[in-house]
């Protein structure tokens, strides 16, 4: 056992923070918050030699918790500050949430599978990530209830635009999400919302799971 939840005494976690600067990853604060919590508690016991390794891993209900670079990237992407309410569409593990919950005043996350999202908030609750709500549902309708959102991170590939969640972001507000066919390469696009209406951007390349519609009815 390390003596920290990180394991801050294995090389593999040294490399962490190093891998994520080498890629690009410049913004101290989403630096801070990914040395902060500690992926090794996301992921599945079988994997925790692999937690501090940039790749996705297999979670419950065949889904996964996403490569480290892309929740930075992602992350950095929303430019999040203090006061900002933020909606994360799929909740897999946590793991995203969590990182959130360090930059942002109030994370709503939604998920399909109920097995998950009582996994995640267990975890989300034991680690102290207090301002992380988890709620289950089809995060295709959003959380109209807490809505308007300030920023909104989608972390399962849409086919097409999620107009529900466009909706359902504040003025001036940015919504990331991976956009393309199911196991095709799919592209994160940027929308920030202004009066004048929503510009679009292409960002990098990525590979996740589909957002599937409807609730899970398996468990
Ligand atoms: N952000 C997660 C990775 C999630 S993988 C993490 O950090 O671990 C994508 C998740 O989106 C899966 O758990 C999947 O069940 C969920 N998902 C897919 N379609 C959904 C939908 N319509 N509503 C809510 N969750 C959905």
């Known amino acids: 056992m390390s003596t920290s939840p990180r394991g801050e005494h294995d ?6 923070l190093l891998t994520l600067r080498r890629r690009g990853i410049g913004d101290q604060a989403v630096l801070r918050a990914m040395d902060e919590v500690p992926r090794a508690r996301f992921v599945e016991a079988e994997f925790s030699d692999s937690a501090y390794a940039d ?3 297999p979670i419950p209900c065949g889904q ?3 490569q480290p670079y892309v929740v930075a990237y992602m992350t950095e992407q929303l430019a999040l500050q203090p006061h900002h309410r933020v909606l994360e569409v799929g909740t897999g593990s946590g793991y995203q949430a969590a990182v959130l919950s360090r930059l942002a005043r109030e994370v709503v996350s939604i998920e399909r599978y109920r097995t998950l999202a009582d996994q995640a908030r267990g975890r989300l609750a034991s680690l102290g990530y ?3 709500e988890v709620v289950v549902g089809d995060g295709f309708a959003g959380v109209p209830g807490r809505a ?6 989608v972390t399962a590939a849409a086919e ?3 107009q529900t969640l466009i909706d359902q972001l ?5 919504m990331l999400l991976p956009l393309g066919a199911h196991g095709e390469t799919q592209h994160i696009i940027k929308l920030t919302k202004s009066q004048t209406g929503i510009t679009r951007e292409n960002l990098i390349p990525v590979r996740f799971v589909p ?3 409807g609730q899970a009815q398996e468990l």
């Open 11 to 16: 090389t593999g976690h040294m490399e962490f």
């Open 55 to 57: 790749q996705a891993l």
């Open 64 to 66: 996964t918790i996403s």
């Open 130 to 132: 207090i301002n992380v």
């Open 148 to 153: 308007p959102f300030d920023r909104i991170i």
């Open 160 to 162: 097409r635009m999620p």
């Open 170 to 174: 504040a003025d001036d507000g940015v």
């Open 211 to 213: 957002l599937l519609p």
